[in-house]
């Protein structure tokens, strides 16, 4: 299947849309750098890792209620763990959008007076 055949429908259709995005996340996953699929691979593991260890903290929150020195313990590795989820969390979310890729359609379609479809400038 030709992709530029799909490019006038993708605009316009949410189904054939799906095509050429499904294909440049392909694209975009294996031509990505070893390093950063690795950590594509490990930062849900992080984000879990945090998880869990904040719903455990939270689960043995009456072991520290009595004792001052205990409850700013628990409030300071509270903040800790929420510090991980939240930096793994915006981690995966730009691991997301570097592992995207963006096809200008609507460039690509374009034509100029005449008629004929301009060919898309390469990036300054």
């Known amino acids: 299947m030709n992709i530029f055949a799909l ?7 949410s189904e054939s849309r799906s095509i050429p995005e499904r ?8 031509s990505e ?19 869990r260890a904040l719903d455990q903290l939270y689960e043995e929150r009456k072991l520290y209620e ?15 763990r929420q510090e991980r989820l939240r930096a793994a969390g915006n981690r995966l979310e730009a691991l997301g959008q570097a592992g995207s890729l963006v096809l200008p359609l609507g460039e690509w379609m374009a ?13 300054a």
């Open 7 to 13: 490019m006038p429908a993708a605009e316009r259709d």
């Open 23 to 30: 294909e440049a996340a392909h694209h975009a996953e294996v």
């Open 33 to 51: 750098m070893p390093g950063t699929a690795q950590e594509r691979s490990a930062v849900p593991h992080d984000r879990a890792d945090a998880l």
């Open 66 to 80: 009595g004792d001052p020195i205990g409850r700013r313990r628990r409030q300071a590795d509270a903040r800790t």
């Open 111 to 123: 034509s100029d007076q005449r008629g004929y479809a301009r060919c898309p400038q390469p990036p």
